[in-house]
């Protein structure tokens, strides 16, 4: 008569917890989160996605395929959503440096939509009513009013919620030899920064005083933090921190993959992949 051996397994809930984890960092599936010594992967965020951004406050706006507008908080939590962002077609920016005030700009209709934190209506513009006819650029003001070029005088102006003409700087061809033509324009830290790829980042005060110049050229997805530029040329990030006046450079990884779109934030690295949003800590 042949004996059979019986094996008794007890379960162990923190054994069967650590097996997973090991497993899932072996596993292929697990390759998403390979870190290195400049990033540090913290989380996904799953979804189907056109477009992303990112507040001071780690908020990010994302939308969705059908056209929605959605605020995430930074746990990722959903807390409020836009159903009409196509009103006047694809915005051609979107603002989202004041938490308290979004701005959708649709340069072909000349006008911007303001929402508020809620993604509310609040109010919109139309540029030509106010005898402006050509703008690249706006961003939203620290006080909450609105900057813009008027690329037809040559001038950056601030305008109130109504569109009414607050301040306006000196004509830049009285300036420059060159005049700038901006891709980005971002209100931080007490002055505003104008970036052209060709000539590098402008800044000027709040009276749309020009104080300085700074020639990092060919710079994509630029965003400024606090005291810190930030933008990615060559698969490489690169930071320019103000008072230290010190540049990194950052080579992006090779398990990055492809991605979407990439916006450095709050020493925080965003990569917008067809799958969804990876977020990565930046060492």
């Known amino acids: ?76 939590d959903s807390v409020a959503a836009y159903n009409d962002v196509k009103k006047y077609g694809n915005p051609s920016s979107i603002d989202v440096t004041n938490p308290l005030k979004i701005l959708l700009y649709y340069k072909n209709y000349a006008t911007v939509v303001i929402l508020d934190r809620l993604l509310s209506v609040r109010n919109s513009i139309n540029f030509r009513k106010q005898n402006i006819f050509s703008v690249q650029r706006i961003a939203a003001s620290y006080d909450n009013n609105i900057w813009l070029f008027d690329e037809q005088d040559y001038k950056l102006k601030k305008i109130d919620e109504d569109g009414t003409l607050l301040q306006e700087s000196t004509d830049w061809r009285m300036l420059f030899d060159s005049v700038p033509v901006p891709e980005s324009l971002i209100d931080q830290s007490q002055f505003v920064y104008l970036y052209d790829p060709q000539k590098g980042f402008y800044v000027f005060d709040y009276y749309g005083g020009f104080k300085n110049r700074y020639a990092f050229l060919n710079w994509n997805q630029v965003a400024v933090n606090s005291k810190t530029l930030y933008g990615f040329s060559d698969q490489t990030l690169y930071s320019y921190t103000l008072n230290s006046m010190q540049l990194k450079a950052f080579p992006l990884p090779s398990f990055f993959g492809d991605y979407l779109s990439i916006k450095a934030m709050n020493g925080k690295l965003y990569l917008l992949k067809s799958s969804g949003i990876d977020i990565y800590q930046m060492k």
Do not use: E, W
Request: glycine share 4%; charged share 15%; with cysteine.
């Open 1 to 76: 008569m042949k004996r059979t051996a019986t094996i008794s397994f007890t379960y162990h809930p923190l054994r069967a917890m650590l097996l997973c984890v090991v497993v899932c960092l072996l596993s292929p599936m697990g390759s998403f989160a390979q870190n290195d010594s400049n990033f540090h992967f913290i989380k996904t965020i799953s979804g189907d996605y056109t477009y992303f951004d990112v507040d001071n406050l780690d908020n990010i706006f994302l939308i969705t395929r059908n056209n929605q507008l959605k605020k995430l908080n930074n746990n990722g």
